[in-house]
């Protein structure tokens, strides 16, 4: 999937559902006035489909209850109905800003194959179902001395769209130089798993990554950074990282 190019933001959705795509759908809707380019999105198919087709499977619920799995059919129904939802938002939240959007179903691992899709993308958006009813924190994770503008003028317009404060997890590959005491906004960390345990105790509305900054530069991390998070992340650099990738969908040609 990969759009023509833009001096504005083009941004993907990926998502494992639609509930996860409507939080990630939540946060891409307080940045539309920054994208006027295109707007994606990716529903992708978990491989786990198999576990339909075996007689009387049984799944434990979240209330630790077991029962039956349900049916392929049952299943295609819930990803269909998943499909149109998701669509319908790309359309409504695209409409006011009269720009171009797309959408695709996907089969494969949500990190990977919305990594993959993000070729030619400005910003991917892996999202989360919301899982706080109180507001959370936006955090930028990244490296000592690799602070981006682009990542911290998104930052700051979450912050002040969603009313909630933003923090910064700074990461120091061995000994911090305090040189100056650090901004008030932001907590040292020694490596990227130090952070990463914080971040699975903090109440977090979106995490921000640079893939071509660090510490998170791979889909390992990634995925690392999403379970930690349990929120949308939004991922700049995906596209560099990934443009060695075959893809063959592509944008219909902005105006």
């Not at 932001?186 to 640079?210: C, G, H, P, W, Y």
Request: charged letters at 20%.
């Amino acid at each position: 999937m990969s759009p023509q190019k833009s001096p504005h933001l083009r941004i993907l959705v990926g998502a494992g559902s639609y509930l996860d795509a409507a939080a990630a759908l939540r946060i891409v809707e307080k940045l539309a006035g920054s994208f006027q380019a295109a707007l994606g999105g990716v529903l992708v198919e978990e491989e786990t489909l198999e576990i339909c087709q075996i007689p009387d499977q049984r799944i434990v619920q979240a209330s630790g209850t077991t029962t039956l799995a349900p049916s392929l059919r049952q299943m295609r129904t819930l990803i269909n109905a998943d499909a149109r939802a998701f669509q319908q938002s790309l359309e409504r939240i695209a409409g006011p800003n009269a720009v171009n959007w797309i959408f695709a179903q996907e089969r494969g691992g949500l990190v990977r194959t919305s990594l993959h899709t993000a070729t030619g993308w400005d910003l991917l958006v892996i999202g989360y179902r919301q899982m706080h009813q109180v507001p959370g924190k936006i955090v930028v994770l990244q490296n000592d001395g690799s602070s981006n503008e682009a990542i911290n003028n998104i930052s700051n317009r979450l912050s002040d769209q969603l009313s909630v404060p933003s923090v910064t997890f700074n990461i120091a590959d061995g000994p911090v130089e305090k040189t100056a005491p650090p901004a008030t906004n932001t907590i040292q960390f020694r490596t990227l798993n130090d952070s990463l345990k914080v971040l699975t105790r903090t109440n977090a509305e979106a995490v921000l990554v640079d893939l071509r900054r660090g510490p998170v530069q791979s889909q390992s991390d990634l995925t690392r950074v999403i379970d930690a998070a349990r929120c949308p992340v939004i991922v700049f650099g995906a596209s560099e990282r990934q443009a060695h990738l075959e893809h063959n969908m592509h944008m219909p040609s902005v105006s």
